[in-house]
T-cell receptor
Framework: DAKTTQPNSMESNEEEPVHLPCNHS???????IHWYRQLPSQGPEYVIH???SNVNNRMASLAIAEDRKSSTLILHRATLRDAAVYYC??????????????????FGQGTILTVHP | EAGVAQSPRYKIIEKRQSVAFWCNPI?????LYWYQQILGQGPKLLIQ????????DSQLPKDRFSAERLKGVDSTLKIQPAKLEDSAVYLC???????????FGPGTRLTVT
């Protein structure tokens, strides 16, 4: 599975933008970049995903480097409810060598985001 | 729409006992996943079902863990016998298809003493 590297932790102030970086230098051409987050005592939740172009949704924006070796999740105005562990995951939608498993999510350590009032 | 339901939310057992967790996925979701999340780590996939068939159980410790998904809807994950290192949160997730967005339940926190 392709690997990602994220900072262990980041801090932000409420209502300020947050840029969460992710390095994935070994990304393959078919890997999608997915972001999930996990609020305290909850299961992970999907945030956003992209392949090559920048993506926006109601939760966040995803900026993907031209060479696709890194990406940044952008929270435009952090709130206290955004305090969570953010996971950057590479996901290959193609079947594995056995032809049975598709699009496995392999979670790393993630980035712990602390938001200060 | 209703989310992924899991029960129980918490369970404390002694080592060598057995335990079972239950998951009810989102209606219509064909793919169901069980993850194990040890404190301080990201979730690790244990098993993936497509309808009622297993498509990936490569990281399931089959000597003590088993899972089934009868009729392609609800699923149960069983540990027998439990070890201290099985203390973790067990998360169930579901998705429409094999590569769709995964929706996670709240998890079951297992403590083995």
């Amino acid at each position: 599975d392709a690997k990602t590297t994220q900072p262990n932790s980041m801090e932000s102030n409420e209502e300020e933008p947050v840029h969460l970086p992710c390095n994935h230098s070994t990304i393959s051409g078919t890997d999608y970049i997915h972001w999930y987050r996990q609020l305290p005592s909850q299961g992970p939740e999907y945030v956003i995903h992209g392949l090559t172009s920048n993506v926006n949704n109601r939760m966040a924006s995803l900026a993907i480097a031209e060479d696709r070796k890194s990406s940044t999740l952008i929270l435009h105005r952090a709130t206290l409810r955004d305090a969570a562990v953010y996971y950057c995951i590479l996901r290959d939608p193609l079947p594995n060598a056995g032809g049975t498993s598709y699009g496995k999510l392999t979670f790393g350590q993630g980035t712990i985001l602390t938001v200060h009032p | 729409e209703a989310g992924v339901a899991q029960s129980p939310r918490y369970k404390i057992i002694e080592k060598r006992q057995s335990v079972a967790f239950w998951c009810n996925p989102i209606s219509g979701h064909a793919t169901l996943y069980w993850y194990q999340q040890i404190l301080g780590q990201g979730p690790k996939l244990l098993i993936q079902f497509q309808n009622n068939g297993v498509v990936d159980d490569s990281q399931l410790p089959k000597d003590r863990f088993s899972a089934e998904r009868l009729k392609g809807v609800d699923s149960t994950l069983k540990i027998q016998p439990a070890k201290l290192e099985d203390s973790a949160v067990y998360l169930c997730a579901s998705s429409l298809g094999r590569v769709g967005e995964q929706y996670f339940g709240p998890g079951t926190r297992l403590t083995v003493t």
